[in-house]
């Protein structure tokens, strides 16, 4: 048997890990489970956790108010080490590109244990788009002895890095088996307001912004143009659970609050989030994870971003990148309300992300490096 260590600590990863925990779970003849929160986010994380009912071994509670990112990893550091010279794992699995990804991997690597990375290849070759995700990805990659890649870009990319072939595995997105689990047909809504506007049957706008390189200005003509869209279709309810971070909450809510049909709310738990996204329209987003989860539930995403770690959406035509210009942002959206076959050209698209077994997928991987098994790892490809 051998010890899996699996450590996490924000709601997206942790999202992406847990159908890869209970897989784990499930293979106990060869794998003990052991998992680490670093709650790099605290209350996102703990909504997740509860909807996979996934209660960590080790809760290192990092987070402090207005951290630096300095401060955040050494924190991290200090915390991950001290689990991993007590328990002594077998192997160390992160997602991502989020501070304890990199973290968890470092120490892993300081402890001369392997490292698995979930989610492996992702790149935009901008370190600053997204910051400072795109360096914590390159650096675990660095450091990472297995690569379950999403997708063949992702796998294109690593292999040009000079990655061994033989340590990569492509297995699609886990995200898309969190969704499978998650995403219900008849589904009420934590939150009184979304009932009463699920009830009216009127067109969803979902929306999101939070990522660093768009605060300020770029996020301010971003909230000009939903105000436009907004104005341009009152019969249509724009719905935006607003960040925690002060620095969004202060351009959204300045810009957005005085609108009938505007529904500022506060971040949604998970399953709340999903499902809503299911009853949507449309989406507009700065998030990584939602372009590869709206395609999956049939849904336009337009991509508050100059560039994206996740070109397959943009190749299949489930997403389309505008930036943070306000007259783009604005025509894009309006040309899929108003226009049928553009709307139906984008929901129609295939899904280039994930079939629902990438978590079996990836723990088949581990059984093999550990020479539990022989079987043929059969690689996701869309379809």
Not at 154 to 180: M, Q, W, Y
Not at 233 to 249: A, K, S
Not at 260 to 276: A, G, K, Q, R, S
Request: proline share 5%; net charge positive; glycine share 4%.
């Amino acid at each position: 048997m051998k010890k899996i260590a699996v450590i996490f600590g924000t709601r997206p990863d942790t999202i992406k890990l847990a159908p890869i925990i209970l897989e784990l779970k499930k293979e106990k003849k060869y794998f003990d489970t052991l998992t680490i929160a670093t709650a790099q986010h605290r209350r996102m994380l703990d909504q997740v956790l509860d909807v996979f009912k996934i209660v960590p071994d080790y809760d290192l509670n990092i987070m402090r108010p207005k951290q630096s990112l300095a401060s955040l990893t050494e924190s991290t550091i200090a915390a991950v080490d001290t689990v991993l010279v007590r328990e002594m794992p077998d192997m160390v699995l992160v997602q991502g590109d989020t501070t304890t990804t990199f973290v968890g991997s470092l120490a892993a690597f300081y402890r001369h244990i392997p490292v698995g990375h979930v989610e492996a290849g992702l790149r935009t070759h901008d370190k600053a788009n997204p910051f400072p995700e795109e360096i914590n990805r390159r650096l675990t990659s660095c450091i990472a002895d297995l690569h379950f890649a999403p997708t063949a870009t992702c796998k294109n990319a690593l292999l040009r890095e000079h990655v061994d072939p033989r340590n990569i595995f492509v297995t699609g997105n886990s995200v898309i088996d969190a969704l499978r689990i998650s995403v219900k047909k008849h589904y009420s809504f934590s939150i009184h307001t979304l009932n009463q506007l699920a009830a009216q049957n009127n067109r969803i706008v979902l929306l999101t912004m939070h990522r660093r390189e768009n605060w300020g200005e770029p996020m301010r003509a971003a909230c000009s143009a939903v105000k436009r869209l907004a104005a341009a279709y009152p019969d249509m309810n724009f719905i935006f659970p607003v960040h925690l971070n002060p620095v969004v909450r202060e351009v959204v809510y300045g810009t957005l609050s005085s609108l009938n049909n505007v529904f500022l709310i506060e971040p949604l738990d998970y399953m709340d989030f999903v499902n809503l996204m299911a009853r949507s329209y449309l989406i507009i987003t700065d998030s990584g994870g939602v372009q590869e989860e709206g395609p999956s539930l049939g849904k336009p995403i337009l991509v508050l971003r100059k560039v994206t770690e996740r070109p397959e959406a943009v190749t299949y035509g489930t997403v389309k990148l505008v930036g943070l210009d306000e007259t783009r942002i604005f025509s894009s959206a309006k040309k899929l309300i108003d226009s049928k076959a553009a709307y139906a050209k984008m929901a129609g698209a295939i899904n280039p992300y994930g079939d629902g077994h990438a978590a079996v997928r990836t723990v088949h991987a581990v059984k093999k490096y550990f020479g539990f098994s022989k079987k043929v790892i059969h690689e996701f490809r869309p379809r």
